[in-house]
């Protein structure tokens, strides 16, 4: 033992070229972390008492903007799909954020983090029926909504097995359903002082196909998307909805935007990738995936700006990264792709949720869109019975559009 530390306190540092170049590598790895890390939301805000929605919420990137919102005051509901991890969720935030808080008194009885209002609601997103009930029980709780995020998502899901509603997976999880839940809670987030929309897109987006003619991929000759490519498509279709329901929503107190939080590790969304295919393959890639890609706490920086920042109070339409606008492909900014995307969505919606729009006036002037709940069916078990008649109950007042 003795020899080794006088080994070491007659050691030269400058006698080798390691430790410098062992330094340099420590150096490297640390900027190349600390710039794929991105920005930091810029501000903290508070967001008393204000109402917000989270689908997906449960884990990943929905978990750290829901703990970040509720940590700022606000009620959150958890929209998940699986009840008991979103129960466990928002034990897990309101125990951690108690935790947090100061006790003013010694002599306070409260729990801490009985302050916070986290709550878990269920919704199945590969279920339009399920977003009528969720969007109902929504409504008839509370007489407005502030902020809706669209976080939810698949990715790699298996093209080949469609939803119970007859669409391709991708399309209805990533799309169609936040979609349908925007639109049904639209009249109670126009309520609110300032109203707030997000959706969630991706830098895959730009290496989306699309269809002119058919840009939701759902005609007769539609083509049969890789997983990959029903991702980029459906994340393309995010974007473009979201450009033209902020011209649908100008001249009112909503706004609508929508955001990428990069390439994010750490979330369920790898757990049918084929770097998740064997330990061997994980051994490899960890590595790599720990320097270069995101955390989740990171990828929610951007969605946490967005929900937050006064400052964005007028932006409306746009697509960010790293909290700051972007320009994204060039299909995601053509206006008549977008206009006919959002109208040939709500003829497809129609077939299964009456989703239509009334065009008794011209193309100038003013057109309504009317969304009401599925017409009354069989139901194959009571759960099924009672899911139909709150269905039934999400009837929304007709909402003007102007083309």
Known sequence: MERLLTMFEEADPFATWWPTIAALAV????????????????????????????TGGSGGIGFEIAQALAGRGGRIILACRNLKAGERAAAIIKRELGCRTPIISPDEDDDPADRYFVEARYLDLCSLRSVHHFASQLMAEFERIDILINNAGVVFANTHVPTEDGFERHSQVNYLAPFLLTHLLLPHLK????????????????????????????????????????????????????????????????????????????????????????????????????????????GAQCAIRLATDPQLKEVTGEYFNDCEIVQSSEPG??????????????????????????????????????????????????????????????????QTLVE
């Open 27 to 54: 150096g490297v790895v640390i900027t190349i972390r600390t710039l794929m890390s991105g920005q930091r939301c810029p501000n903290d805000n508070q967001i008393n008492q204000q109402i917000v929605v989270v």
């Open 191 to 298: 309520l609110s002082e300032q109203g707030r929309i997000l959706f969630v897109s991706a830098h895959a987006h730009q290496a989306a196909k699309i269809d002119f003619d058919d840009p939701l991929n759902v005609g007769t000759w539609a083509v049969k998307f890789h997983a990959r490519e029903a991702f980029a498509h459906s994340k393309l279709c995010v974007l473009l909805a979201t450009r033209w329901l902020a011209k649908e929503l100008k001249g009112t107190a909503v706004t609508v935007n929508c955001c990428t939080p990069g390439l994010v590790r750490g979330t369920r969304h790898f757990r049918n990738s084929p770097l998740m295919s064997s330990i061997c393959v994980k051994a490899v890639t960890y590595p790599w995936m720990w320097l270069f890609m995101k955390n989740p706490y990171e």
């Open 333 to 398: 900014q053509d206006k008549e792709l977008a206009k006919k995307l959002y109208m040939q969505t709500i003829r497809t919606l129609e077939t299964v949720t009456k989703l239509t729009v009334d065009k008794e006036l011209p193309l100038e002037a003013e057109s309504e869109l009317r969304l009401e709940a599925p017409p009354d069916a069989e139901a194959d078990s009571d759960a099924e019975t009672e899911t139909n008649r709150a269905a039934e109950g999400a009837s929304v007042d007709r």
